[in-house]
């Protein structure tokens, strides 16, 4: 059974256990995610000048679409200021700020009836974020920029959070990824040729839920919940943001959902920053917690 909890005000540590457990959070009317809803707003409709961001598509071809969008997103994850929005958004949300760090939020930019699938506009196929290196502490914020319906949201495969899917992670390696296939994305324009660690089975959708929220709301999940990119049938380029926090305590005590079928190699962990200070999170502080995995 998987509960979904509106504005509950509830400590962090309590929100993590329960998140852990395959609940999920939602919040309204958080300053932090509001200001930076507002911050990417600010970015695409520099990026789309004037054309109706949701609707740029439609005016445009793809070539066009990924020389705006490739710096769009890069200026939104690398920036300062969005970072400063960070730590006000997790701030706001709860957290511990000096044990809690985040890894830097990605703007996705989906667009609708198949312009674009891959590279910049990479529509996820069904994954854990562990897959893809993360560790299994990760907490998930998603949130749009744009109100979105259920056409262009994440389908979440509630039934998949503690039972097991054939997938390709064991060959996965992160710091391989960041190496190689990282800085590629805009290349792939007909389909994405980077390595992502898919399943190699068939599995059951009837568990499939997708939760759609106006600008600003927050949907928190662990991450270790099975997820895609939801095709785009809505005739609208969805444009959402999403954050990943880990609380250090969390990863030095092995705590978190358990780990059913990933085999990813190498961490994320390095590109954490401290919600206090920004601070990298340092290899000593977490080194002895994976040696003992
Ligand atoms: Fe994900």
């Known amino acids: 059974m998987i509960t979904v909890y509106l504005n509950r005000r509830i400590g962090d540590d309590d929100r993590r256990e329960s998140l852990f457990r395959g609940n999920f959070f939602l919040y309204t009317d958080i300053a932090g995610a509001d200001a930076l809803a507002d911050h990417a707003k600010d970015l695409i409709s520099q990026a789309f000048e004037g054309l109706d961001p949701e609707r740029a598509q439609y005016e445009m071809d793809v070539d066009e679409f990924i ?10 994850t690398n920036g300062q200021r969005t970072k ?9 949300l709860g957290v511990d700020p000096e044990r809690t760090y985040f890894d830097i939020p990605r703007l996705r930019v989906i667009p609708a009836d198949q312009f674009l699938t891959a590279g910049v506009s990479y529509n996820y196929k069904a994954h854990r974020d562990m897959w893809y290196g993360h560790p299994q502490q990760l907490v998930n914020y998603w949130t749009p920029v744009f109100p979105v319906v259920g056409e262009n949201v994440m389908s979440m495969y509630t039934d998949y959070f503690d039972k097991p899917v054939k997938n390709g992670s064991n060959q996965y390696d992160y710091d391989e990824w960041v190496a190689k296939h990282r800085t590629a994305a805009a290349d792939n324009k007909e389909a994405d040729t980077r390595p992502h660690p898919l399943p190699l089975e068939e599995f ?9 929220g106006q600008s600003g709301d927050v949907f928190m999940f662990s991450s270790n919940h099975l997820h895609a990119s939801a095709p785009n049938t809505s005739g609208v380029t969805r ?15 092995g705590r978190g959902p358990r780990n059913v079928d990933s085999g990813a190699t190498g961490t994320t962990l390095g590109d954490f920053l401290r919600v206090s200070d920004l601070t990298p999170l340092q290899a000593e502080d977490y080194a002895d917690a994976l040696a003992t995995r």
Not at 204 to 212: F, H, P, T, V
Not at 239 to 253: A, G, H, K, W
């Open 67 to 76: 020389r705006r969008v490739e710096p769009l997103k890069g200026e939104f």
């Open 84 to 92: 400063e929005l960070c730590q006000q958004f997790a701030i706001d």
């Open 204 to 212: 059951d959708s009837r568990g499939e839920i997708r939760i759609a």
């Open 239 to 253: 444009f959402s943001y999403d954050l990943r926090t880990i609380n250090l305590d969390d990863v030095r005590e």
